[in-house]
């Protein structure tokens, strides 16, 4: 829940309009711990949000000379971390996601919001994208047909993955190997049917996988089921499908994407998360054109639980486990003989004061079957692991 700050104006709008959405902005009080800065004029409501989630983060690599996958340039660099989006840089302060987001509700029926971001885990997951675009968290708009039906168009967080960029949202500071990339954003419309708030079914057409401009020409098809009963479970079943296949290759790839996930209430203290990520996809066209017919698999399994210690204290631990031998996922790619085959354990240690800030320490080891990580020499090792402490805040 949010406080709002109702102001009224008289007829006149521009100037007064503007000075006092401004002043509104900066002096809106917080009271028990809930705040939102708001302004509403008749059947207009605008709201401004914010967020940044900073941390500093410790690990085992040092100088080296890659090439960059965000840039495509080759770099000499410091800290850098390979096959993650957060924490991208290790022995540093660095900034994970910062965001500021405007919405307009006009009555019952249409809302428009645009959201701008920048940092780390923009800069992993937008490379692909034209550069005027990588700063667009999300720019939509929604209309209400009725109390059951609404449709949305425009570019909008993905519903897929059981861990979210904001990493407040989530039980750790930082995401498991497959929630970093399954996909965070989408471009397209939405339909949506919610039988009442516990229950909304949705089908979406998309440009793609994780696109906001077409990569192939090719449209993707997509549905989800959420449940929200606040205290008790919340949870989504997502599938996606969609050909894959590169820009002029005549070659269809289709990829078929089961999310399923499932956030557990347990009485006061405890909080279970167990998701589901399976991925099946036709082999490339260069491994058909060589008569090799059929599918490739991707297999993700995360638990991960939370104990609260005092209603500002808590724990949390996550395994996660991906089994991607033929390299499907583009971001865990790593040429090796048995592909991204890694298991992971992360505990975290939580402090919230009040709800608008989320300080977290956590450290997390892994390990794949293959050497693709690289130790503090740039030597090739099985092992992966960082300690990192984060302060999250939102307003």
Request: net charge positive; aromatic share 14%; hydrophobic share 40%.
């Amino acid at each position: 829940m949010f406080f709002f700050q109702k102001i009224t104006f008289g007829k006149q709008a521009g100037v007064r309009i503007l000075l006092a959405v401004m002043c509104s902005f900066v002096l809106s009080p917080t009271t028990h711990g809930q705040s939102a800065l708001q302004i509403n004029q008749g059947d207009v409501k605008v709201t401004l949000n914010g967020y940044a989630d900073f941390g500093y983060a410790v690990g085992p690599q040092r100088a080296h000379k890659y090439k960059d996958f965000i840039s495509g340039d080759t770099l000499n660099d410091f800290g850098r971390r390979d096959f993650t989006s957060y924490p991208l840089y290790v022995n540093q302060f660095s900034l994970s996601l910062a965001y500021i987001q405007a919405q307009l509700n006009y009555g019952e029926k249409f809302r428009f919001r645009i959201a701008l971001h920048a940092g780390h885990i923009p800069d992993a997951l937008t490379f692909a994208e034209h550069p005027s675009l990588r700063n667009v968290r999300e720019a939509a708009v929604l209309y209400r047909l009725n109390e059951r039906w609404s449709v949305e168009a425009g570019i909008f967080p993905s519903y897929f993955g059981s861990e979210v960029p904001l990493n407040k949202e989530n039980l750790h500071a930082t995401r498991g190997y497959i929630a970093d990339f399954a996909p965070d954003y989408e471009s397209g419309v939405r339909l949506a049917y919610s039988r009442n708030p516990a229950h909304t079914f949705t089908v979406m057409l998309l440009n793609g996988w994780q696109e906001i401009r077409d990569g192939n020409g090719t449209k993707a098809l997509a549905l989800s089921y959420a449940i929200n009963r606040p205290g008790q479970i919340t949870g989504n079943w997502n599938v996606y499908l969609g050909d894959e296949r590169a820009f002029a290759n005549p070659f269809s790839q289709w990829r078929m994407y089961h999310n399923v996930y499932a956030r557990l209430f347990v009485g006061e203290k405890w909080v279970l998360l167990s998701a589901l990520d399976w991925v099946i996809q036709e082999k490339s066209g260069p491994q058909r054109a060589l008569g090799a017919d059929g599918y490739q698999q991707v297999l993700g399994l995360a638990f991960s639980a939370r104990y609260a210690i005092h209603k500002h204290h808590g724990l949390a631990v996550r395994y996660d486990h991906v089994h991607n031998p033929q390299d499907i996922v583009e971001e865990l790619r790593t040429n090796s003989p048995s592909g991204w085959r890694s298991g992971s354990g992360t505990l975290t240690y939580e402090f919230v004061p009040i709800p608008q800030f989320t300080w977290r320490v956590e450290g997390r080891y892994g390990l794949n079957k293959d050497a693709v990580f690289r130790n503090a020499n740039n030597g090739a090792t099985r092992a992966d692991w960082y300690a990192i402490t984060t302060a999250a805040f939102h307003f």
